[in-house]
Nanobody, 121 residues
Framework: QVQLVESGGGLVQAGGSLRLSCAAS???????MGWFRQAPGKERAFVAV????????YYADSVKGRFTISRDNAKNTVYLQMNSLKPEDTAVYYC???????????????WGQGTQVTVSS
């Protein structure tokens, strides 16, 4: 069993930055870790994913060049550095663990409870 706990969300002005963290407990060896987000009235959407080694990363087009995903396996933690934030980035952000690199939410086995990010204009 894997437990995931996100932190680092909050309220920020447009153009600002936030760094989300996802602390994992349990057996996460060889799991890819992804970040997703869900805005009110919208489906959960892929944001970024990183392989176990950290050597492969993929991003949604909407965040490419602004967000950076990284991981520290010694600390069992995954990060999402978010720069140049826009009001449309407002959502609940979730981290998730999967056995494969994937953009589809249904591939992921474990999910955190989410952290709210609000970007004001």
């Amino acid at each position: 069993q894997v437990q995931l706990v996100e932190s680092g969300g909050g309220l920020v002005q447009a153009g600002g930055s936030l760094r989300l963290s996802c602390a994992a407990s349990g057996r996460t060896f060889n799991y890819a870790m992804g970040w997703f987000r869900q805005a009110p009235g919208k489906e959960r959407a892929f944001v970024a994913v990183i392989s176990w080694s950290g050597g492969n990363t993929y991003y949604a087009d909407s965040v490419k060049g602004r967000f950076t995903i990284s991981r520290d396996n010694a600390k069992n933690t995954v990060y999402l550095q978010m720069n140049s934030l826009k009001p449309e980035d407002t959502a609940v952000y979730y981290c998730a663990a999967a056995r494969f690199l994937a953009r589809e939410p249904n591939v992921y086995d474990y999910w955190g409870q989410g952290t709210q990010v609000t970007v004001s204009s």
